[in-house]
């Protein structure tokens, strides 16, 4: 089997997402799950925790590599992180999933091409992608 160094990564800043759907650990894994599925990768565990009085974190470790999000429901704010290695997974896909599940008002990102010597960094927009 051939195995590849190069990979994406994908980190997201959103604010302005709803309290309760940043506050539901439940609700995020099985969105996180779905999407990471979605997005073509293998899903090999996950670890999720949720924090008095509101918050929580969650980590999917994936064959390629692993998909995260670290809430804070009273400011609204969400951050994302998705890393993928080789040509079958598209963490955008993922990505895109969960920008359309969490309707952030405003988000900002990085996509960054690894593997390959130097990064290639570029700002992540989060057009969507042909599915």
Known sequence: MDYQTMGTHIMIDMWGVD???LNNVDGLEGKMY???LSSGAGVLGVQSEGFVPQGCTILLLL???HFSIHTYPE???ASIDCYTCGEGVDPKVAIEMMIDFLQPKKLHGKEIKRGNG???VN???GLKVSR
């Open 34 to 36: 779905d999407a990471a």
């Open 118 to 120: 130097e990064f290639a």
């Open 75 to 77: 400011q609204g704010y």
């Open 63 to 65: 064959s390629e590599s």
């Open 123 to 125: 700002d992540y927009t």
């Open 19 to 21: 309290f309760d759907l």
